[in-house]
């Protein structure tokens, strides 16, 4: 058993970056931020994969990495 491991683990409880992108111009900032929309074009900024549901750990990401699907300029 790697006890100094388990320690570790127990100190930082879900601590993963996510970030919510614009999926129109890309722009992003992190999931915390309470703003809703792109301050850039002004669109809704979505905050996980809304085809797998990931969370965003990857603010420059124009793919999911899970499933592959396109995030930024879908359309
Ligand atoms: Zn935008
Ligand atoms: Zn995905």
Request: charged share 25%.
């Amino acid at each position: 058993m790697d006890t100094a491991q388990k320690q570790i683990k127990s100190k930082h409880q879900v601590v993963k970056d996510t970030y919510k992108i614009c999926p129109k111009c890309g722009n992003f900032i992190i999931y915390i931020d309470k703003e809703k929309y792109c301050s850039v074009c002004g669109s809704e900024y979505i905050e996980m994969c809304p085809s797998c549901h990931e969370p965003i750990i990857y603010p420059v990401s124009r793919f999911c990495p899970v499933c592959g699907k396109q995030l930024i300029n879908a359309e």
